[in-house]
């Protein structure tokens, strides 16, 4: 079946610009998490989601960081005001309720000059 | 707090060789650990994971990991490996919902 998948691949952007970043987990999928990945570095959590509701949002780095899963599928990471440090690779996953496994989505990398 | 602490940034070894890359954990009960494999521009795909049981765990395209809980240690072993396998690979423990990466193992392999 169709694995995660997040839009769009690639963004570049100013600073001080607002971003939106897509996740379309696996269907049947409850949980859904965030990482941001920068160069060199593993992923670092961000949030996760069971259902509609953050369950855990203790990674996200600043108030300018924001994530909202409004029907408990997709999910949309939103970042105001960027700055240059938030370049990185945002990575989505999800698993079934009460499963371990994350299954990963290919990453948006995000730019911002 | 839980950690996971990947020794070598970066590991050479020719085709055909055996492989074994490093992953120490910091957590005091039995932890859950996976190990990812992230070839460029891809995302992270799962090798394999250990959650009880048989310490010696198999995992896709010939991997297996070995848990030592007197050595903290989840190792990750191939017998021979292929040029297709470079790529990072990223041992890891759950916390509670979230994951907790290493900063990954860079594997090159040579002709």
């Known amino acids: 079946g169709a694995g995660v998948s997040q839009t769009p691949s690639n963004k570049v952007t100013e600073k001080g610009k607002y971003v939106e970043l897509r996740c379309d987990p696996i269907s049947g999928h409850t949980a859904l998490y965030w990482y941001r990945q920068s160069l060199g570095q593993g992923p670092e959590f961000l949030i996760y989601?069971?259902?509609?509701?953050?369950?855990?949002d203790s990674g996200l780095p600043n108030d300018r960081f924001f994530a909202v899963r409004p029907e408990g599928s997709v999910s949309t990471l939103k970042i105001q005001r960027t700055e240059r440090g938030d370049s990185a690779v945002y990575l989505c996953a999800s698993s079934l309720l009460g499963q371990e496994t994350q299954y990963f989505g290919p990453g948006t990398r995000l730019l911002v000059l | 707090a839980q950690s996971v602490t990947q020794p070598d940034i970066h590991i050479t070894v020719s085709e055909g060789a055996s492989l074994e890359l490093r992953c120490n954990y910091s957590y005091g009960a039995t932890p859950y650990l996976f190990w990812y494999v992230q070839s460029p521009g891809q995302g992270l795909q799962l090798l394999l994971k250990?959650?009880?049981?048989?310490?010696l765990v198999q995992g896709i395209k010939g991997f297996e990991a070995e848990f030592k809980r007197s050595q903290s240690s989840f190792n990750l072993r191939k017998p021979s490996v292929h040029w297709s396998d470079a790529a990072e690979y990223f041992c890891?423990?759950?916390?509670?919902?979230?994951?907790?990466f290493g900063k990954g193992t860079k594997l090159s392999v040579k002709p």
């Open positions: 890891a423990t759950r916390s509670q919902g979230n994951l907790i």
């Open positions: 989601f069971q259902g509609t509701g953050a369950a855990d």
């Open positions: 250990y959650f009880s049981g048989d310490t």
